[in-house]
């Protein structure tokens, strides 16, 4: 076998796909049919949830020294400012990154494109996948590459991060339901000045439409996206001039622009892939699900459909999990997809239908629910859970067990754990317990009881266990997510919660375990009699 794992696209979701296979010691390789990186920017908002993710992957930091945060979104609606959603304020105590980072696709991209160095790999550019067969232990690919050749190639699995005209899902057969918007969409990359308020989104509501400005690195940057007035659409020669009129009428005369680097309108459509998996190719990203990009959320949800599959193929093809373990990737992520479809598509459809009432109700309505909204504090928290990405949960997946006992409003099975800042130590200092999570491994965290003894799970070196000791600064910040003890949580290599529970059994985690295809140590010696060591079972 060639490799193990086949990338197909290197647009973000097979970058992220890449690091998180390469930092778990799985050899995969990257193929893209382009001759390089995209120059444009397209997705330009990094939600708290994918940076959580990227600072387990160690690159956060860049990340937000190219980036700017956004703390705040501000509702415009006939020329005055309607309401503010202080997401900085809001997400404080919910994740280390309260604020939407506004940061082009193109340098996340080239971020993580660059982070593959650390584990030996870099994109094999020019090279397209034109077809691929499925076989009994493996995939054969054929690729054509930059000389026009073709070259075949094995792999374990194939990955078709391939967006929205994705080959790998064609080749497979797996039909892509929806349809087109009618509507067309801008975007302009400016310089511009105005009311807006500065280093925050704007987003302005008016009567035929909306548009939304983002803040972007340097002084008076401004991303400006939105929909075509309806006169406009029908133009194939339309320049950024003919579009500045509209967004000044709704936006105030004071807002004016002195140049624009990039101008770009293009038609989205809505659509789900039928299934995200046949057999040993899945599917991810916009691959699998294309959507209204007004809530920001695309590009993120590629991220994390690569964060979720990358754990569960690593531990299959290293022999430490059987394959049904994957079958969990479609069973999380499509109704997640699914979901994010028909609220961005409900959103959209509020946002951009052409009628009366509609303009009226988006002016007039909408501004004041949503400042309204914003004053009750469960609201504003239920906002930036979804906004952030930091509520999507799998509470109906085989992967996630809440045992009896766990009080009402604790965090549950299939929940990402909350962000805590806890004694991690005895007399320690106070320290960010996602600091310590290893995100190569299951976390045991033990609370109000002493740890397990020994080895007992049998996940050996794949566990990491964390008891918190009984202190008054834990006990508080314990309450504030409603956890009391004794209690324990069995993190996935994710994040989220796999089985959680009072007293801590250590039969039930092992029981846990087995339903989960995990390989615990009595399992995994069983297999490896019969089929050697790190063999990839199926
Ligand atoms: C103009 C524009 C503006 C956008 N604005 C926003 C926004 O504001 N917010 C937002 O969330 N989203 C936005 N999007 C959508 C966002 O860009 C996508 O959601 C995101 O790019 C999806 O990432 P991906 O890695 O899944 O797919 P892609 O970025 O499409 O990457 C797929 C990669 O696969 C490669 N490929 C395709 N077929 C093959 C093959 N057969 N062999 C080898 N390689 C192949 C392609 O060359 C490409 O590099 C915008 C898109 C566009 C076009």
Wanted: charged share 25%; net charge positive; hydrophobic share 40%.
């Amino acid at each position: 076998m060639d490799t193990d794992v086949l990338i197909v696209g290197a647009g973000p979701t097979g970058l992220m796909l890449a690091n998180q296979l390469g930092r778990r010691g799985i050899r995969a390789i990257i193929v893209d049919r382009h001759s390089g990186p995209a120059q444009q920017s397209r997705a330009m908002a990094v939600q708290a949830r994918t940076l959580e993710i990227y600072s387990k992957l160690g690159i956060a930091e860049r990340a937000l020294e190219l980036g700017r945060r956004g703390n705040g979104g501000n509702m415009w609606a006939n020329g005055k400012l309607t309401a503010r959603i202080p997401i900085g304020e809001i997400g404080k105590d919910m994740s280390p990154f309260p604020y939407i980072l506004m940061l082009g696709q193109d340098d996340n991209e080239r971020i993580m494109g660059g982070h593959l160095r650390n584990w030996g790999m870099a994109v094999q550019w020019n090279t397209e996948l034109v077809a691929f067969r499925q076989e009994a232990g493996q995939v054969t690919a054929t690729l054509k590459q930059p000389d026009g050749t073709t070259r075949t190639l094995t792999a374990a699995y194939v990955a078709g991060c391939d967006g929205g005209k994705s080959a790998v899902r064609e080749i497979s057969g797996i039909t892509f339901p929806g349809a087109p918007y009618e509507h067309v969409f801008f975007v302009a990359d400016t310089e511009a000045t105005g009311p807006m308020v500065p280093e925050e989104l704007n987003v302005y509501l008016w009567r035929e439409g909306f548009h939304l400005l983002f803040p972007m690195r340097g002084k008076d940057r401004w991303r400006v996206i939105g929909i075509l007035p309806k006169p406009l659409r029908e133009r194939d020669d339309l320049t950024w001039e003919d579009v500045i009129p509209a967004v000044r009428r709704e936006a105030g005369a004071e807002l004016s622009f002195k140049s624009c680097d990039w101008f770009s309108t293009y038609r989205i459509h809505h659509r789900c892939a039928e299934r995200f998996r046949d057999r040993r190719a899945f599917l991810l990203g916009d691959a699998a699900h294309v959507h209204s990009p007004a809530g920001g959320q695309g590009m993120n949800t590629g991220l994390q459909d690569a964060h979720n599959l990358a754990w569960k193929l690593a531990l299959v093809v290293k022999g430490r999990a059987d394959a049904a373990l994957l079958d969990s990737y479609e069973t999380e992520r499509m109704p997640v997809a699914q979901r994010l479809l028909r609220t961005t598509d409900r959103a959209f459809m509020l946002l951009v239908s052409d009628s009366w009432f509609a303009g009226l109700f988006r002016t007039q309505i909408v501004a004041r629910f949503v400042a309204r909204a914003m004053t009750i504090q469960r609201v504003r928290q239920l906002a930036f859970r979804t906004i952030s990405q930091i509520g999507i949960r799998y509470r109906s997946s085989p992967l996630s067990q809440t045992l009896a006992g766990v009080p009402e409003g604790a965090p549950r099975a299939g929940d990402r754990f909350p962000w805590l800042k806890l004694k991690l130590r005895a007399n320690g200092p106070v320290e960010d317990l996602f600091q310590k999570l290893d995100d190569t491994r299951y976390n045991l965290i033990v609370l109000g009881q002493p740890a397990p003894s020994g080895n007992a799970p049998g996940l050996g070196d794949l566990l990491s266990t964390h008891v918190i000791p009984d202190d008054v600064h834990n006990a508080q910040e314990l309450a504030r997510v409603r956890i009391s003890g004794p209690a324990f949580y069995l993190l996935r290599p994710d994040g989220h919660v796999g089985l959680c529970g009072t007293r801590l059994e250590t039969d039930a985690v092992a029981r846990y375990l087995s339903a989960s295809s995990i390989r615990t140590q009595g399992t995994r010696d069983k297999v490896e009699g019969t089929l050697g060591p790190g063999a990839v079972a199926t």
